[in-house]
C-alpha cells in the first residue's frame, strides 16, 4: 500500500510581530519541531483522521464522508479541519474527489499549548499533498501573514516581507557569536493568533509609520556581534509594539528583576519569549514558575 509523508517545520517570529502584517521585513526562526502528516490509501470512500501528540497521545479522531467532506461528528476542530479540506478542494478541484479513500495521521513533535505552529504546519502538509499553494490556502482558511507557512518550508532562518505581490522571503545566515546566550521561555499559556491580529487591527493606524523602525532593527539584529547592543534592539522593538498596543512590555511586568533582556515573539501574552542571558537564566525563570526554558541551539534549526 503507497504511503505519502509530509513534513512541515514550525516557526518563532524574532521581529516584526503585528507589523509583519503591514510589511514589516521580519525576521523568522524555524524550528527543530514540527509536524508530520502521513497518508494511507484505504478500500472505502471516506477519510479517517486520527491526531497525535509529541508523547504519541491521540487527542483527536474523525471520518468525513467523500467527496462532500461531512464528518460524523461536530466541534470547532471538527470544523476548522473541514474548512481546511474544503479550501484545498476549491483550490484543486480534483483533490479528495477521485473515489479513493484515505487514512490520515498527523504527529506533533512539540507539546500543542507551545505555539510553535499546530495550525501552519498542518496546513503546509495538506497543501503540499493537495498539491496547492500553501499561502493562498493559508489565506482562504485562516489568514494571517504567511511567515508561519514560509517557515514550514525552509530550514533556516529567513527575512520575510509580504507584500500585494506575494511573500518575499530571504534565507539569511543568523549566526551570533552569543547564540549559546539565547533561550526561548514559555509563559504557561497559549495565546490566540487570531485574537492577536483582531485586536491589533483595530490599533494599526498608527503602526503604518513604523514598519520601517521595525524593518531596520531587523536588519540591525541581523548583523549584531555584540549582546549589550542586541539587548538594547530587543528593548527597542518592544517599545515600539507598546507603544501601537497600549502594553506593558513582559519584562517590565513580569521580569523587572531580570538581569537580561526579554522580548515576546508572536502574539503578546503567551506563547514563548527570547530572554539573552547567561547560564543563570534557565534557573532564574524556573524558579519564577516557568519551567520550559530552551535554548537556541535546542529550537532553532
Not at 484545498?88 to 506533533?108: M, S, V
Amino acid at each position: 500500500m503507497l504511503i505519502e509523508k509530509f513534513y512541515s517545520n514550525g516557526k518563532l517570529l524574532l521581529t516584526g510581530e503585528y507589523l509583519v502584517l503591514d510589511g514589516a521585513t521580519s525576521l523568522a526562526l524555524p524550528t527543530k519541531y514540527g509536524q508530520d502528516l502521513t497518508v494511507e490509501k484505504i478500500a472505502r470512500p471516506s477519510l479517517v483522521w486520527e491526531s497525535f501528540d509529541e508523547k504519541g497521545y491521540g487527542w483527536f479522531h474523525s471520518k468525513f464522508e467523500l467527496p462532500t467532506l461531512k464528518p460524523d461528528s461536530n466541534n470547532k476542530i471538527v470544523q476548522t479541519l473541514q474548512g481546511i479540506l474544503k479550501e484545498a478542494q476549491n483550490l484543486n478541484p480534483e483533490f479528495l474527489r477521485d473515489g479513493i479513500g484515505f487514512y490520515i495521521r498527523t504527529g506533533l513533535s512539540f507539546p500543542r499549548n507551545w505555539g510553535l505552529g499546530t495550525s501552519s504546519t498542518l496546513i503546509n502538509n495538506i497543501a503540499e499533498w493537495a498539491n496547492v499553494d500553501a499561502f493562498e490556502l493559508l489565506k482562504n482558511s485562516f489568514g494571517g501573514s504567511g511567515y508561519d507557512i514560509a517557515c514550514a518550508r525552509n530550514n533556516n532562518p529567513i527575512l520575510y516581507k509580504w507584500s500585494e505581490g506575494g511573500p518575499m522571503v530571504e534565507s539569511v545566515n543568523f549566526n551570533p557569536n552569543f547564540m549559546s546566550r539565547l533561550y526561548f521561555v514559555h509563559l504557561n499559556k497559549k495565546q490566540d493568533s487570531k485574537e492577536g491580529i483582531k485586536a491589533y487591527k483595530n490599533v494599526r493606524k498608527k503602526s503604518l509609520v513604523l514598519t520601517e523602525e521595525v524593518s531596520d532593527i531587523t536588519k540591525l539584529l541581523l548583523n549584531c556581534t555584540d549582546l549589550s547592543d542586541f539587548d538594547k534592539l530587543l528593548a527597542e522593538h518592544e517599545r515600539i509594539i507598546a507603544s501601537i498596543l497600549k502594553k506593558t512590555p513582559v519584562q517590565m511586568e513580569l521580569f523587572s528583576d531580570y538581569f537580561g533582556q526579554t522580548k515576546s515573539l508572536g502574539a503578546w501574552g503567551g506563547d514563548f519569549i527570547l530572554a539573552t542571558g547567561n547560564n543563570d537564566t534557565p534557573n532564574y525563570f524556573k524558579n519564577k514558575g516557568y519551567e520550559t526554558v530552551v535554548s537556541y541551539q535546542d529550537m532553532i534549526l
